[in-house]
């Protein structure tokens, strides 16, 4: 059974840090391109960052460029996001999503690429 379990998140003060962590079982990782993703009140889901399968590419949307980065663990089949210098506009629920459909060592930041997702973790960023 295929499953993407998100952690980390928290109530944190502007220029704070947060690592977020996404631990995936019934498939590797490492396989794949993975991403992270994130919905604000009011707002719709955006894509955060990416990584492709293997030694694949790193992307990142430019309203958290420099700030957040993300990296996997293949030992632990699991994925991090380390947030950095936050922002009260970081506030939202943050997700995690694995693209099975194919090994790509290539990631895109759109929703409609992935199909398996978490249950997402909460980033409150407020003084």
């Known amino acids: 059974q295929v499953q993407l379990v998100e952690s980390g998140g928290g109530l944190v003060q502007p220029g704070g840090s947060l690592r977020l962590s996404c631990a995936a079982s019934g498939f590797t990782l490492d396989y794949y391109s993975v991403g992270w993703f994130r919905q604000a009140p009011g707002k719709e889901r955006e894509g955060v960052s990416c990584?492709?399968?293997?030694?694949?590419?790193?992307y990142y949307a430019d309203s958290v460029k420099g700030r957040f980065t993300i990296s996997k663990d293949n030992a632990k089949n699991t994925m991090y996001l380390q947030l950095n210098s936050l922002k009260p506009e970081d506030t939202a629920v943050y997700y995690c999503?694995?693209?099975?459909?194919?090994?790509?060592?290539?990631?895109?930041?759109?929703?409609?690429?992935?199909?398996?997702w978490g249950q997402g973790t909460q980033v409150t960023v407020s003084s």
């Open positions: 990584i492709g399968g293997s030694i694949g590419g790193t």
């Open positions: 999503a694995a693209n099975r459909r194919g090994i790509a060592t290539t990631c895109l930041l759109r929703d409609d690429n992935y199909d398996d």
